[in-house]
């Protein structure tokens, strides 16, 4: 059962889906997503995070948790949308939550004219490749000059990065998953 791991939500179970294509992050990928932020955090450059295909909503919520002021959650199923609910009532963290699919919420926050320091995503894994390619550009857009953009993939499944858009900050296994970690290239 995944948890909060630190901040003012610290230590609160929440609550998961049970969809096959569903997999609830692990503690340890997750404090290496976090790691990796704290230095953005302590110099006051996180104050913004999309977590796409948010699941149970556990990163956001960590996000959240830890000190990041605005967080938006984006989710399309129905289930998870309800445990998204759940565990932003069982924490009492106050993240706004799109309940729609992922091309429509990209849409919205472009036309918004929004920008996030971290856009997190992690999609159905057999469906990373379609994805990244369908909405790489809206991404790049989406991100403030000095963001990040974190994919949590499959080992065997990575997205096909444009090397004229990005550069790899991080690509690290760790177990099953795989964190890639990218800024855009020229900032």
């Known amino acids: 059962m995944p948890r909060i791991i630190t901040g003012t939500a610290r230590g609160i179970h929440l609550v998961t889906n049970q969809h096959e294509l569903m997999r609830p992050t692990t503690d340890r990928f997750k404090e290496a997503v976090f790691s990796g932020l704290q230095g953005k955090m302590e110099s006051g450059r996180l104050n913004s995070f999309l977590d796409l295909f948010a699941g149970c909503g556990q990163i956001g919520l960590e996000a959240k948790s830890r000190g990041v002021e605005n967080v938006v959650l984006v989710e399309q199923n129905k289930q998870a949308i309800n445990t998204i609910n759940k565990n932003i009532a069982k924490t009492g963290l106050t993240v706004k939550l799109l309940p729609f699919n992922v091309k429509r919420a990209l849409r919205q926050l472009s036309n918004e004219v929004r920008q996030f320091d971290i856009i997190y995503l992690d999609p159905p894994w057999p469906e990373m490749q379609d994805y990244w390619r369908e909405e790489e550009f809206k991404l790049y857009d989406l991100l ?44």
């Open 144 to 187: 403030e000059d000095d963001g990040l953009v974190m994919i949590e993939h499959a080992k065997k499944i990575a997205p096909i990065i444009n090397p004229q858009l990005w550069s790899v900050v991080k690509h690290k296994n760790y177990g099953q998953n795989t964190l890639l970690v990218l800024e855009q290239k020229g900032v």
